[in-house]
């Protein structure tokens, strides 16, 4: 079994201590993040997050414009590419963290985003992500991220019209993500390609060590955690 966490983290700009407690309470394999820092010695923030959830830095942060993945020691990286996107004049830069890993005998490609604010170009870097999860040739792959955008919208339907939903598959916990103090809407997501199994999907609540109040001064979203079963490759 694969877990993997997607969680928009603000740059770390809230409560580190209660963010990091959430994410070991979470116990991931894979953690895809969204505003990751980005900043003056972004790196250094990055590592002492590494340091107090005991994971590893994968591949993103800065040179992706926010998007970054973080793993366990039970991940073997094969590669990575971080990738910026076309960008709309007087809207942010934005960008994919992509991996592909070995876990527990299994060959994923990974791929944490962070989608626009504006319509159109969100639904356009849907259609590259789905482009760029072909890309990783791998024979299955995880997408997951902050995409600004709810089940009905045009970016979200387009990548759930391609992808699971592991959410729509498998709930559990609770389902919205936005935001921690008034949870109304779904924004945040993880999506699989044909093969993987999802075991279940959602807010994670009720784990050993997960505290409300964390979830509520850790960050401006709440994570979304999914179990997952991914054949083995040879």
């Not at 969100?122 to 791998?138: C, I, P, S």
């Not at 902050?146 to 387009?158: E, T, V, Y």
């Not at 999506?191 to 609540?205: A, M, N, S």
Request: overall charge positive; charged content about 20%.
């Amino acid at each position: 079994m694969l877990r993997v966490l997607s969680y928009n983290v603000r740059s770390l700009r809230d409560d580190r201590a209660a963010l990091a407690r959430v994410i070991r309470a979470c116990a991931p394999d894979v953690v895809f993040v969204q505003e990751a820092p980005r900043f003056f010695r972004w790196r250094k923030s990055v590592a002492k997050l590494c340091r107090a959830t005991d994971l590893v830095y994968v591949t993103g942060g800065a040179t992706a414009a926010g998007p970054m993945i973080l793993s366990s020691l039970r991940a073997h990286v094969e590669r990575t590419e971080d990738v910026l996107l076309p960008r709309t004049p007087g809207l942010h830069q934005r960008g994919f963290a992509t991996a592909v890993v070995r876990i527990g005998g299994a060959r994923i490609g990974l791929l944490s985003c962070h989608l626009s604010l504006q319509a159109d170009e969100r639904y356009a870097q849907a259609g590259l992500l789905l482009e760029r999860l072909r890309a990783l040739d791998t024979p299955y792959a995880v997408a997951a991220g902050d995409l600004n955008d709810r089940p009905d919208g045009r970016a979200f339907r387009r990548l759930a019209g391609s992808l699971t939903d592991a959410w729509a598959a498998a709930p559990w916990g609770g389902e919205y993500t936005s935001t921690p103090h008034d949870p109304h809407q779904r924004i945040d997501a993880v999506f699989t390609t044909d093969g993987v199994e999802v075991l279940g999907c959602g807010v994670p609540r009720d784990l050993p060590g997960l505290g409300h109040g964390d979830l509520l001064a850790a960050t401006d979203h709440l994570p979304v955690l999914a179990a997952l079963r991914v054949p083995t490759t040879a």
